[in-house]
């Protein structure tokens, strides 16, 4: 009796999440992985080792312990190089950063499969959409964090290790056919679930990440360790949490369960989570309506004072990663005056309430967070 055929399945980025997660929801056993990756080392090491090791941390009996799973990969791509298979694909999943999509579109356009968007901005199903004239493209929301990296330790028995979490995929429920151990749920629920996402993960957790840079550690872990860090992290979950209930109308029980969830997920030592993955590009993040700028706003216009996501948004105007794309962003807040700074580079005029709030607790948050780094 022959086996069932396994599903095709495309992912594009072989990073945290396409190569560290989704192995986890579509099962090797039932999809047959081809990557895309443009970055030519990693592509070539996938190439010539043909699979990979991902390591998932669980807890059992209250404590957190390793899974792993080795996934061989068919092929992996260079940009482009897809085009000749990409009708033969059952399913494709992106995974490449949302500044990074509309490079796709060639590859992507005429085809009919399902494309799951697994980017942290719910505009791309519509825009990609909207360019590839598919109509089966979706969001997706991983409730997980992945590293794209692993301890030395684990680093010595595969290089190409990763760890990830033990999440849960929510994919809009139009494409449930795609089958795997996802979690396929209405429109509504999944915008709960970006929602919480956005402001109770995304939100606290790049702030984490800007204040560990700070400290001078490589791993978000290390600065939850930082009591003066955490204070701030928790404060700015806290803010969230408050707009969440206020705003949205968000079931209480579900957001004080999301918002322990996260903090312990942050303090996670197994994971390995590093600083650089979690704060690149910062310029997005903030973006107007995004996990900091749009974050503080929504606190003000619900009768919120954003005091932690403020220190939070203080960090990033100040991290520092030469290898970073926004590196750039450290020069123009050192160049420019304040009032300056937030006017052109971050979009804010000088009659909102946000750049009077930032503009007045300017010296003083910088005092703040010089006092955790000395």
Same mark, same amino acid.
């Given at each position: 009796m022959s086996l069932p055929r396994r599903k095709k399945i495309l992912v594009y980025g072989a990073g945290a999440i396409g190569r560290g997660y989704l192995p986890w929801v579509f099962s090797p056993d039932e999809f047959e992985y081809y990557y895309v990756e443009r970055n030519d080392g990693l592509r070539e090491m996938l190439k010539s080792a043909r699979q990979f090791t991902t390591w998932k941390t669980v807890k059992k009996?209250?404590?957190?312990?390793?899974? /792993?799973?080795?996934? =061989?990969? /068919?092929?992996?791509?260079?940009?482009?190089?897809?085009?000749?298979?990409?009708?033969?694909? +059952?399913?494709?999943?992106?995974?490449?950063?949302?500044?990074?999509?509309l490079s796709l579109t060639s590859s992507l356009k005429g085809t009919t499969m399902p494309i799951v968007c697994c980017e942290n901005d719910s505009s791309i199903?519509?825009?990609?959409?909207?360019?590839?004239?598919?109509?089966?493209?979706?969001?997706?929301? =991983? +409730?997980?964090? /992945?590293?794209? /990296?692993?301890?030395?330790?684990?680093?010595?028995? +595969?290089? !190409?290790s990763i760890i990830t979490e033990d999440g849960v995929c929510y994919i809009d429920d139009r494409v449930s056919r795609i089958g795997g151990n996802a979690m396929y749920i209405s429109k509504e629920e999944l915008d709960k679930q970006w929602m919480a996402k956005l402001y109770l993960h995304n939100t606290p957790h790049c702030i984490a990440a800007y204040l560990g840079s700070l400290l001078g550690v490589q791993y978000v872990h290390e600065a939850m360790e930082a009591p003066q860090a955490?204070?701030?992290?928790?404060?700015?979950?806290?803010?969230?949490?408050?707009?969440?209930?206020?705003?949205?109308?968000?079931?209480? %029980?579900?957001?004080?369960?999301?918002?322990?969830?996260?903090?312990?997920?942050?303090?996670?030592r197994l994971l390995f989570d590093p600083v650089s993955r979690v704060a690149r590009e910062p310029f997005r993040? !903030?973006?107007?309506?995004?996990?900091?700028?749009?974050?503080?706003?929504?606190?003000?216009?619900?009768?919120?004072? =954003?005091?932690?996501?403020?220190?939070?948004?203080?960090?990033?105007?100040?991290?520092?990663?030469?290898?970073? =794309?926004?590196?750039?962003?450290?020069?123009?807040? %050192?160049?420019?005056?304040?009032? +300056?700074?937030?006017?052109?580079?971050?979009?804010?005029?000088?009659?909102?309430?946000?750049?009077q709030l930032l503009l007045e607790q300017w010296e003083s948050n910088k005092m703040v967070l010089k006092a955790i780094y000395e």
């Open positions: 009996n209250s404590e957190n312990l390793y899974e /792993t799973l080795v996934v =061989p990969i /068919t092929q992996c791509f260079a940009p482009g190089e897809e085009k000749n298979i990409i009708k033969d694909i +059952d399913v494709v999943v992106v995974a490449v950063g949302p500044r990074n999509v199903p519509v825009l990609l959409s909207s360019v590839v004239d598919n109509p089966n493209i979706v969001f997706a929301v =991983p +409730d997980v964090i /992945t590293s794209n /990296t692993a301890s030395e330790d684990i680093k010595k028995s +595969d290089p !190409l955490r204070k701030i992290v928790s404060g700015a979950m806290c803010e969230m949490q408050e707009v969440l209930l206020k705003k949205f109308k968000i079931d209480e %029980r579900f957001i004080d369960w999301y918002a322990d969830k996260e903090l312990e997920r942050f303090s996670n993040k !903030l973006a107007p309506s995004e996990r900091l700028l749009g974050a503080a706003q929504l606190c003000l216009s619900t009768g919120v004072h =954003p005091q932690s996501i403020m220190l939070g948004i203080m960090a990033a105007f100040f991290y520092s990663n030469q290898h970073d =794309p926004d590196l750039n962003i450290q020069y123009l807040v %050192r160049s420019l005056e304040a009032t +300056d700074f937030l006017r052109i580079v971050m979009q804010l005029p000088p009659d909102q309430a946000l750049h």
